[in-house]
């Protein structure tokens, strides 16, 4: 019985063939043309979920008042993480990081990386994951620093990059870094991007590392708290307040505020809470704040397409059926029952809809890398690394197949041979 609705589909499929084409390559071009917009979605909406601790994440912002008006920025005092540690007993961990663009010298050859230096609790705050080296021992020892496995690749090829030594910035500071572990490279779709990372701070930095500096404007350090579980952010916040006044006095504070910003807004929601719109300059390879409401836009802009698509889909679709009422009558005269015909076009529909959706996953395939360079993003298809795409896209082929051969389906199945007339010849019993 399959075989020969599958005979049959195969056999309209090529006797149409201008209607095939255009039917199968509308929905192919519309449904790939979503999928590539809800990739990128997705991507924005997973920044930063690779980290296990994340809800317990928190960046400290700091606001500076001026009348009425309110400038918010993510660089604190380098003495906050460690006054917080010993002031708060909500904070589990506070670390500092400051990020910036240098060379390292390896032999003869210079290599520009982006740089990070941070406490060494930075491995207990976020999830970093190591492929070579001890996680607890790699950022404890002076002048120690681990690299991303693509940066190893780049500098030191396929040689073992543990205990090999590089200079960072020998202009600048000179000192010799021990490589101790390589990392895996931090996903597109993370707020932390770095390819050394080394606890080790430069002496020309250190004031800027330890110092709380109340009558500067320029703060160097962004700090980042890992909350007690079921802490409180708003207290915390309030607390912050208090530790702002003990150690930088009162006029400070009058001008100057602390803000809690949980992790899982850093992304999407700067630019909406904090009127945050990028990285500093010095900060460059970090990937820039997203915007929310371009996700909703994009979104919907995505479900239009692919609604357009399908209603044109179900058109065409529908058009043909109709013009095969004459094969319907003469099937159901001869003793075809409504529910072999409903599924013979279902079957078709279906049929079409597959070969749509396997069109569509080509294109994509074959589109994504220059969309990944347009988008700079990492987006993929592999089961392995995204599997939603594999559970959502057979639901909405399934779906896209009902509907479109729904209406055809009932509506010629409901056709009586004897009652109506079918390009001139009136079929009666």
């Not at 071009?29 to 809800?38: D, K, P, V, W």
């Not at 820039?288 to 802009?301: E, F, K, P, T, V």
């Not at 698509?309 to 043909?320: H, P």
Request: glycine share 6%; proline share 5%.
């Amino acid at each position: 019985m399959l075989k020969n609705y599958l005979t049959i589909a195969i056999r309209i499929l090529f006797r149409y063939k201008g209607y095939s084409l255009i039917n199968i390559s509308g929905l192919a071009i519309g449904m790939a043309c979503a999928a590539l917009i809800l990739l990128y979605v997705q991507d924005e909406l997973n920044f930063d979920t690779h980290h296990i601790k994340r809800d317990r994440i928190y960046r400290v912002l700091r606001e500076l008042k001026s009348g009425d008006n309110s400038i918010f920025s993510y660089r604190t005092s380098g003495a906050l993480a460690p006054a917080i540690l010993q002031d708060i007993p909500a904070a589990e961990q506070a670390i500092r990081t400051f990020w910036f663009k240098t060379f390292v010298r390896y032999e003869y050859t210079l290599f520009d990386l982006q740089y990070c230096v941070a406490d060494p609790e930075i491995l207990n705050v976020f999830t970093i994951p190591f492929l070579k080296g001890d996680p607890a021992t790699a950022l404890q020892g002076a002048g120690t620093a681990v690299l991303t496995a693509s940066a190893a690749a780049r500098i030191f090829g396929r040689v073992d990059p543990i205990g090999k030594q590089l200079q960072i910035d020998g202009d600048r500071d000179g000192t010799i870094y021990t490589i101790t572990g390589i990392i895996s490279d931090p996903p597109t779709n993370s707020s932390l991007h770095f390819e050394l990372l080394t606890a080790h701070v430069i002496p020309y930095f250190f004031i800027y590392w330890t110092e709380w500096r109340p009558m500067s404007q320029y703060r160097a350090i962004e700090t980042y708290i890992l909350l007690r579980e079921k802490a409180d952010p708003v207290a915390f916040q309030m607390q912050l307040a208090e530790t702002m006044k003990r150690y930088m006095g009162d006029t400070v504070a009058e001008n100057n505020a602390y803000h809690l910003q949980a992790m899982n807004r850093m992304h999407l929601y700067s630019a909406q809470d904090f009127g945050l719109r990028d990285h500093l300059s010095q900060d460059a390879g970090r990937p820039a704040y997203g915007d929310i409401n371009q996700i909703y836009l994009l979104s919907i802009i995505a479900l239009i397409v692919l609604v357009i698509a399908c209603v044109n889909f179900i058109n065409l679709t529908t058009s043909r059926a109709i013009s095969r009422a004459t094969e319907v009558g003469v099937r159901k005269v001869v003793g075809a029952h409504r529910g072999l015909l409903i599924f013979q076009f279902f079957f078709e529909i279906m049929l079409l809809t597959l070969v749509g959706s396997i069109i569509a996953l080509a294109l994509i395939e074959l589109i994504l890398p220059g969309f990944n360079a347009f988008v700079a993003k990492d987006l993929t298809l592999n089961p392995q690394r995204n599997p939603i795409p594999y559970v959502i896209g057979p639901v909405v082929v399934l779906i896209i197949g009902i509907v479109a051969g729904g209406i055809p389906a009932f509506y010629l199945s409901s056709f009586q041979p004897q009652r109506r007339g079918f390009r001139r010849i009136v079929l009666r019993p």
